[in-house]
């Protein structure tokens, strides 16, 4: 199965869930093209006035393991296992290092992922932008 995060969509559906009669395009300047030449033919096919459509990038970006979400949860274990002698450990830890655990997270977690076979089979859409058809 082709790779499509990364792809460029336009949207034919309607909600949450967009539709695209092909897998995508490799640039948003592509789908635009491609949106604006089926809507245009779908407007005049079925006497319609469809003004806009959006365009959108296929992405996996909620794939994404919260590193403060970890040290939280790290921090609770270990207070249930000796108490306040914990308390303070991992208190100050920077914002950079947070995020470098986040990212090593990620990294792991996504391996994990393909390795055992449990890659969502959806994805989001980032970097949305309306077209306006003219005519």
Not at 63 to 82: L, P, T
Request: charged share 30%; aromatic share 12%.
């Amino acid at each position: 199965m082709k790779n499509l995060i990364g792809t460029w969509i336009y949207n034919t559906g309607s909600g949450e869930y967009w539709d695209c009669p092909n897998d995508g395009f490799d640039t948003i300047e592509e789908a635009i093209e491609e949106g604006k030449r089926y809507f245009t033919d779908l407007n005049r096919k079925h006497d319609l006035l469809v003004g806009s459509f959006d365009v959108g990038q296929r992405s996996d970006s909620f794939v994404n393991i919260c590193g403060s979400k970890i040290i939280d949860q790290a921090q609770e274990d270990s207070y249930e296992i000796v108490g306040e002698l914990s308390d303070y450990w991992l208190y100050n830890v920077s914002s950079e290092n947070v995020d470098l655990l986040s990212d090593m997270m990620t990294k792991t977690f996504r391996k994990w992922l393909k390795i055992t076979n449990n890659e969502p089979k959806f994805h989001s859409i980032d970097a949305i932008k309306t077209i306006k058809i003219e005519g």
